[in-house]
């Protein structure tokens, strides 16, 4: 399991396979550093010189260790050379044991094993006789299932707390304990099951495929995540789940949102609020509030408006949401999220601002993507404001702010913005000095 993961890793992040090792564990540099430590201690080994820093010298393949460390190496992450890489060089294809893994662009449900007809002996009706072989058949092959009742409950368990870690975690950590949990669920899938269980664990992929090609859109791999919520579309659709097919298509729609092109974001929301058709929950809510963004960063006002209106009423009509920390809810502060980012490109800054406000007391801590996006359109209103001295410093606190494996080209992208929107000839030194900030590296280390 832990060699396909580290392959996935490499194969969609285009990393080491050392630091795909590292990342397929959850590991930090300084996590793996002390667990070498820990191994050296433990075994009497020599300890080597080595530090977070070094280790990633090691996984940028700038460097590479001696054979000694190697071996140690080897033992942290039980494996060995070749599938550290570090056999007679740096390698980044798998090793010859550990199958690429692939997510099926459609996911079907697998046909019926064949059986043969027996032969017909002794008296009779023989149309009968083969009826009845048949549905013995048929039968048996309805209630073959390789997934008890005890392991769906615990992919569940597992998939909750995914989507919760996954709000605070890092993007780059997440998809490695993503990418794990999807390869279980997959194995499943591929086996005959009941078709309630296949449509569960179809709906699991979906889940798993959208915050996949979410953690990769954060990091600024637009073509991986765009395949992947194709992925995620497929797993819904087959499901046949009309509110996940719903939510996947908004949370698809992020990736041209950010960016481009706009119309095919205002596609996919359209699509959403069509397959929602009109129905009193926060799933529709969602679809109608990202319509009404996209409309109104596409100069449609009229169209946004209607939109904003329909999406409070859908969210007061639904049923009460759980503030609490899961990736895959829409709690009133997202609502009030996407509100802040169609008012502000409405030009409405006080309304943008009661949004933003409110959002952020539901945020206690006010660290993450999600309040940092907040504070950013606040910097955008205060340019529209005209005070863009101002707006240029707040967008500075704020990307610093940040933790830096938080950090992500997503973020970036969004500051830049700010400097887009101000006119150049009215351009501070605070201006000019976040365009140097954003001109350095991005995303997790």
Excluded at 66 to 79: F, G, N, P
Excluded at 104 to 114: M, N, T, V
């Amino acid at each position: 399991m832990i060699d396909t993961t580290v392959s996935a890793i490499v194969e969609c992040c285009e990393v080491s396979r050392l630091r795909a090792h590292r990342l397929a564990r959850g590991w930090t540099r300084e996590r793996a550093v002390a667990e070498l430590v820990s191994l050296c201690t433990a075994s009497g080994f020599d300890r080597p010189r080595l530090d977070a820093e070094q280790l990633g010298v090691w996984e940028r393949r700038v460097r590479m260790p001696r054979m000694q460390t190697i071996d140690l190496l080897c033992r942290v992450y039980e494996t060995d050379t070749q599938g550290l890489g570090l056999a007679g060089g740096y390698r980044t294809d798998p090793p010859s044991s550990g199958a690429a893994f692939q997510v099926p662009a459609e996911i079907r449900l697998p046909a019926p094993r064949s059986t043969a007809a027996p032969a017909l002996i002794g008296v009779g009706d023989p149309l009968d006789a083969l009826a009845r072989s048949h549905r013995r058949a048929i039968e048996r092959t309805l209630a073959a299932t390789t997934l008890t009742s005890g392991e769906l409950e615990s992919l569940d368990s597992k998939l909750l707390t995914l989507r919760r870690e996954y709000v605070s975690d890092p993007p780059m950590v997440m998809l490695a304990r993503l990418l794990a949990t999807m390869e279980e669920v997959r194995q499943y899938s591929e086996e005959r099951q009941p078709a309630i269980v296949q449509v569960r664990l179809s709906e699991m992929l979906a889940v798993l495929s959208t915050l996949t090609a979410d953690a990769l859109m954060k990091l600024g791999r637009k073509e991986q995540a765009r395949d992947w919520y194709g992925t995620a579309r497929s797993a819904a659709d087959d499901s046949g789940n009309r509110e996940l097919r719903t939510r996947v298509r908004v949370q698809a729609a992020m990736l041209p949102f950010y960016y481009g092109p706009l119309e095919e974001a205002a596609a996919l929301t359209h699509e959403a609020v069509l397959l929602n058709r009109g129905r009193p929950t926060a799933t529709g809510a969602f679809a109608f509030v990202a319509d009404a963004r996209v409309r109104a960063h596409r100069g449609d006002e009229e169209g946004a408006r209607a939109a904003i209106m329909q999406a409070r009423d859908l969210f007061e009509r639904s049923r009460p949401t759980v503030e609490g920390d899961d990736a895959w809810a829409f709690p009133y502060r997202r609502l009030q999220l996407y509100l802040s980012g169609a008012h502000t490109a409405l030009g409405d800054t006080a309304q943008a601002g009661r949004a933003q406000d409110e959002a952020l007391r539901l945020y206690p801590d006010h660290t993450g993507i999600d309040p940092a996006l907040l504070r950013l359109e606040q910097a955008m209103c205060l340019v529209k404001q005209r005070s863009v001295s101002e707006a240029c410093q707040l967008a500075r606190d704020t990307y610093l702010t940040v933790p830096e494996n938080h950090r992500t080209q997503i973020l970036g992208a969004r500051a830049a913005d700010i400097i887009k929107i101000t006119p150049e000839n009215v351009r501070p030194r605070a201006a000019r000095e976040l365009g140097e900030l954003l001109g350095l590296p991005t995303g997790a280390t």
